[in-house]
């Protein structure tokens, strides 16, 4: 009975602060309060304003001026047409949200995976051999603290494809957090089971398979999922970087054409679906923890 | 030149190159279908020893020999039941035993290891638990899945370290009678770890008596002579169980400290094969020297 009411209450405040942050926008954004201040002060500069105004391709005489943040009516209008045709395709510079959207989860799969595919079966060597985690420890040491993105130009002259070196910056910052979560992982196995293993004689891939992956399998995730946020972080960079698809690109894109409703929109979305994907993680991490 | 199914000579271990060794001369035999029990204070190496057997650790010197062969690391002829029961929590029980048993017979079909693992689970009494992950059993059950586990590769030897360490006493009580039921029935040789009196002399056939480490030795080896019917119930009512049950507690008392500080060099330097349980003066206090394997008479004399 509790933990749900817990739960109904903590709804009904993120309700509330959901609502006051709208409240605040609405009024920050609020058209009135500009034009006044406008009206009375800055008449001597309204010619100017008028001149600049018609060179924009904008009547002078507008009847409401905003403070140039759009207020939560367009947003809402955005949002409502990006959403209702999220997969258009009208040239290289104007997709839809879901298009780009899905280069970069893509991005971010492809690279993810190479990752897995190589942080983990290191992992595996680094964890059962002392000798291998203190031969690479320092190459390790001084490759995980570099900012993925620095990494950019040399994939740029290396690989000469924007998207196979986003890929690669992908790569790269996914790594680290899975190659240390696999090595820990393994090496902290419970010597309890590994003496069971040897009692029996297990071979040693049948120990790999189902000794050791499923008692270091929470862990191993763990490292997944901290990769995967990362990865989601940094490939909003990368796109803006190396331009041409992707929802960092169409941030950047948006930027450019000075669009911020769109702009503020892709913000949600790349929150939105980091959730998502954290989310899955979370599910994958519950899937294989064990309790003792 | 001797008979004894597991023969265990000089065995010593030291942890520090110039340190004492914890136990040292340790000899002895055991015959096949023998129970056997080991009591001595924590840090004489017990547990060691029993490492040392399963082939999990190597003495420093000194030579175990089962079956004709020299033990030189682990083998699925020896089952352990760890003391910490060491299932492994993301097996049910049922996987648990089959991993075991298909570890034994890598061939078998999946059907026939678990018919067959299924077996040794109702042996110890967990029918109906099979598909329960280890996390929903109690202490006293996992600790017999870890006996199923044991039985299940049907081993020469088993090895037990302190299995019921962990338990209460009335599951301990209960987990007992199954195990000298399983054991009777299969004739299964048995070497065990307890700090148990009364559970030594349910259970053990013999009951060795190590002093105190460093440089502990194996010093008494009592032969249980009540009879092999012996039940948890009853024992109590039978006179040798008080001579037996004194006597162990005298040496652990006492005569375990006082073997130690007279030295391993001293002339007591011997392994005795006492039978308490015997009416006074019938108890031959016959001195033998090491190897005491060499020597010792069948358990049921």
Redesign the interface.
Known sequence: MKPTHIGWRAACISLAIFACLLLVWHLATAPKAGSESARAGVSAGAPADDEYARLMGKSSSSPVKTSGFPGLAQMGETMRKELANPFYDNGPNDKGIGIQLGYSLARVGLGFAIAAVVAIPLGFLLGMSPLMQRALNPFIQILKPISPLAWMPLALYTIKDSSISGIFVIFICSVWPMLMNTAFGVASV?R??L??A??????PL?KAF??IL??A?PTILTGMRISMGIAWLVIVAAEMLVGGTGIGYFVWNEWNNLSLTSVIFAILVIGVTGMLLDLVFARLQKL?T??? | MDKAFLTVENLNKRYADDGLPVFDNVSFGIDKGEFVCIIGHSGCGKTTILNVLAGLEAPSGGVVIMDQREVKGPSLDRGVVFQSHALMPWFSVLGNVVFAVRSRWPDWSRSKAEEHARRFIDMVGLKGAESKKPSELSGGMKQRVGIARAFAIEPKMLLMDEPFGALDALTRGVVQDELLKICSATHQTVFMITHDVDEAILLADKIFLMSNGPRARIAEVVVNTMPKTRTRESMHHDPQFYRIRNHLVDFLVHRSRRIQEAGADSVDNLTLIVRPGLAEGAAEQAPVSTPAADNFPQAAA
């Open positions: 419970r309890d089971w003496n069971v040897k009692t029996l004689e297990v071979t049948r189902l000794v499923p008692a399998a294989v064990y309790t003792e």
